[in-house]
């Protein structure tokens, strides 16, 4: 039994997991000579490659020295949490991976909490050394700090602490005499991270992780606990709720590089993929079918945000996307909540309307963005914040941990926007050249921040938050003050309407565009909303006189990106969707129907 090694990659998001994933590949030669390959091997959609995100957690296996080692690459985003709590489960170590400048950050002590509780050895990866005003010594502090409040025992105390640069592709113990390579790092892997236990007994295996085929169905990942599983055996699914099912395990399969190795029996400590599971569960245990033994269940996050989902029934449908009905969408939403576990989604009173609950807006965002790539059109509300009651009938809310790091000139002006959102300054200290700002602040302030934020700093803020608690509701925020730009008719925007309404606020439309009735074109100077005609055009005659005839100058538009369209759009207003297009519109497109149900978004 050659042994081996199962080890969970955890850190803040952008904090280099990924790449040092790369560079593990890289030096185990899974690649033969001559195979082409790019940088983030393991962000394998395209949406993870673009915004530089882990979305979903991903295995590989390298062997070193003949030990194998599984390597999990985890989401450091915290609306992607609930993938990290699930895989630790199969590890039984973890390399803690700390950006030598930005030190432990809110998700860093999230994931690090979660490892610490259920005893796995860490080893501390302190990377980016080679970045100007790095503090390795102190950042090393810093984490074994955060360790003793966490409540570590003494032997996780105990660590080992890696230095290096994981884009450099160097490891070593001091981090001022940089190595030629990373393999300081899997030898300090094998010395001090402990082997998987082999333990006899009744096959166990929880299911803590899936995949999808589009040949095999549903995919069941998991550890072997204890035993082992063969091909084609019989066995018990223990589910939730105490309800035991008769299971055939068809394929066995366990991690091999960057693919899978089908396998006739896998025994503890191994980690792998069981086809021919049928209606399970994360958190389900697969058992021996004579004696069925349930491991403890897994408890997954609860989402913190909903929004509601529709068809798009603008005058614009059907345009552009291939999917546009409410059975489309009713179907693509509940394929997601197969393998997308802290997504949930509920039918409403409406055929063609459903609430989809998820754990943030990046959550949200990133779903909408993969429908729209594969040619969906839908149409979403405002983000709404999920409020709980405690025993006495008292409304409570998602408080989160917001960390900011900003230059000192712009760390008054992040404070003010922060506390208007009812959040409470709770350490201010400097940082090599800016301030670092931790606040507490509610859930639905978070909504729309991040953008007013970057514009009053001029883009120079790191922004991170982390759900905390639920504690008592803090009040109202003040929302969007401004009101929108309405368009009053259908067709092609012209310079000249636009030029000569531009004193009124700012667009999101340039000439030529087509709009309809109802679209919001732009944002008002005032708080009311105003309904404007873009579709003038100059009349022209045929008499010239001097100087009447001056170059129109219009502002470039606005353009928001996903997230910001939907932090921006208010309660009576939509979000459209499609494969090209991002369109803010009303809900009620008429403005006589506006004016009568305008009763129904006013704040309770």
């Not at 009124?504 to 709009?515: A, C, K, L, N, T």
Request: proline fraction near 4%; glycine fraction near 8%.
């Amino acid at each position: 039994m050659q042994s081996i090694r199962n080890i969970a990659i955890i850190a803040h998001v952008d904090h280099g997991k990924t790449t040092l994933v790369d560079k593990i590949i890289h030096a185990s030669k899974i690649f033969r000579d001559n195979q082409e390959f790019g940088d983030l091997i393991l962000d394998n959609n395209d949406l993870e490659r673009e915004r530089g995100i882990t979305i979903v957690s991903k295995n590989v296996s390298v062997r070193y020295k003949d030990v194998k080692i599984n390597i999990i690459d985890t989401p450091g985003h915290s609306d992607f949490g609930g993938e990290v709590e699930r895989v630790l489960k199969m590890a039984d170590g973890v390399c803690l991976l700390v950006d030598a400048f930005e030190g432990p950050m809110p998700q860093t002590r999230f994931v690090l909490s979660k490892a610490l509780q259920l005893g796995l050895k860490p080893v501390v990866i302190v990377n980016k050394v080679d970045k100007e005003n790095c503090r390795p010594e102190e950042v090393q502090e810093q984490v074994f700090d955060l360790m003793f409040n966490l409540g570590a025992t003494e032997d996780q105390l105990d660590f080992v602490t890696v230095y290096g640069s994981s884009k450099q592709g160097w490891m070593g113990p001091d981090w001022r005499t940089p190595t030629d390579n990373i393999t300081f790092l899997l030898d300090t892997i094998i010395e001090n991270i402990p082997a998987a236990p082999v333990n006899e007994g009744n096959p166990q295996m929880q299911i803590t992780s899936l995949d999808y085929s589009a040949f095999v169905g549903r995919i069941a990942i998991g550890r072997v606990h204890r035993g082992t599983l063969r091909e084609g055996a019989n066995m018990a699914l223990v589910q939730a709720d105490g309800v035991i099912k008769k299971v055939r395990i068809k394929e066995l399969q366990i991690f091999e590089g960057l693919g899978k190795q089908k396998v006739t029996e896998v025994s503890s400590g191994e980690i792998c993929a069981v086809t021919g599971l049928e209606n399970f569960e994360i958190g389900d245990t697969l058992t021996d079918a004579e004696n069925p033994e349930a491991l403890t269940r897994i408890a997954v996050d609860e989402p913190t945000m909903n929004m509601l989902f529709t068809i798009n029934n603008s005058p614009f449908f059907g345009k552009e996307g291939k999917f546009v009905t409410s059975r489309h969408l009713r179907e693509r939403l509940y394929k997601e909540t197969e393998k997308n576990l802290a997504l949930r989604v509920e039918n409403t009173d409406s055929e063609d309307r459903f609430l989809v609950f998820g754990r943030g807006i990046l959550h949200l965002s990133v779903l909408i963005e993969t429908m729209r790539r594969e040619g969906y059109e839908l149409q979403v509300g405002q983000p709404q914040v999920l409020f709980k009651q405690d025993e006495n009938g008292n409304r409570l809310e998602p408080i989160e941990t917001l960390v900011v790091d900003v230059p000192e000139a712009t760390a008054g002006k992040v404070i003010e926007l922060a506390t208007q959102r009812k959040g409470e300054l709770l350490i201010m200290e400097p940082k090599g050249d800016l301030q670092h700002l931790e606040f507490e602040i509610p859930s639905r302030g978070l909504i729309g921040l991040r953008s007013n934020v970057l514009t009053a700093t001029f883009g120079e803020a790191v922004m991170s938050h982390r759900v905390k608690d639920y504690q008592a509701y803090k009040g109202p925020i003040p929302e969007r003050i401004n009101g929108s730009l309405i368009s009053m008719n259908s067709g092609a925007a012209t310079a000249y309407a636009i030029d000569k309404l531009q004193d009124r606020g700012s667009f999101f439309v340039e000439p030529g565009d087509d709009i309809y009735t109802g679209q919001v074109i732009g944002e008002h100077n005032r708080q009311n909303d105003i309904v404007v005609n873009l579709q003038t055009a100059k009349q022209l005659t045929n008499m010239r006189a001097s100087g009447s005839d001056t170059n129109v100058k219009i502002a470039p538009k606005i353009t928001f990106s996903l997230e910001e369209s939907m932090e921006y759009i208010q309660k009576d207003e939509y979000l459209e969707v499609t494969p090209k297009s991002i369109r803010i519109r009303k809900i009620y497109l008429d403005e006589n129907e506006r004016k009568r149900n305008q009763s129904k978004f006013v704040m309770a």
